[in-house]
């Protein structure tokens, strides 16, 4: 993993984040509270570690999860964006613009791990367009969400 500079933020653009400098370890986390915190299966997390952070747009809300750590999130959409405890302050793989660049290398919590877990990858697949009874519904989305870019403004002004 190498970074200069990386940014993210939450789905509707109302919080933003931008990381520079070399972040720490990125794991994913299989313990119900992060499952809860993130309603899937499991959390990707990635330590700000040594890279200095910055909130470019917003600031999270905070949840005190537990005793010792306190989760933030967007207040006005709901998405996951940051993980705090004692060891340091980490961020949710997702949010960022580039997700891969933060790949995860180890996995936590997998005593929480569900059962059907290991089952996702067998699971059939197709593309989003390849179901027809969808098809007519998906054509016609637009989406509201923040694009996966810095933007100087959002909502963008329509001129």
């Known amino acids: 993993m190498s970074a200069e500079s990386l940014s993210g933020g939450c789905q ?3 919080v933003r984040f931008r990381l520079t400098g070399m972040p720490g370890t990125s794991s994913v986390c299989y313990c119900r509270m992060c499952q809860k915190a993130s309603a899937s299966h499991a959390l ?13 747009r917003g600031d999270p809300c905070w949840f005190q999860s537990s005793d010792a750590a306190r989760r933030g999130f967007c207040e006005k959409c709901g998405t996951p964006l940051a993980y705090d ?10 949010a960022f613009d580039h997700p891969d660049a933060v790949a995860p290398t ?12 290991d089952g996702i ?13 969808a098809v007519s519904f998906l054509q016609t989305l637009v989406s509201h969400q923040h694009p996966d870019h810095d933007t100087e403004t959002w909502p963008e002004r329509k001129s």
Not at 110 to 117: D, H, L, S, T, Y
Not at 121 to 133: A, F, T, V
């Open 44 to 56: 990707a997390l990635v330590s700000v570690g040594e890279a200095a952070l910055e909130w470019t």
């Open 106 to 117: 180890i996995a936590y919590g997998v005593e929480g791990k569900r059962i059907w877990c």
């Open 85 to 94: 405890a004692p060891d340091g302050l980490a961020l949710s793989v997702l």
């Open 121 to 133: 990858p067998d699971l059939p697949e197709r593309h989003s367009l390849e179901d027809p009874d």
């Open 12 to 14: 509707c653009g109302a």
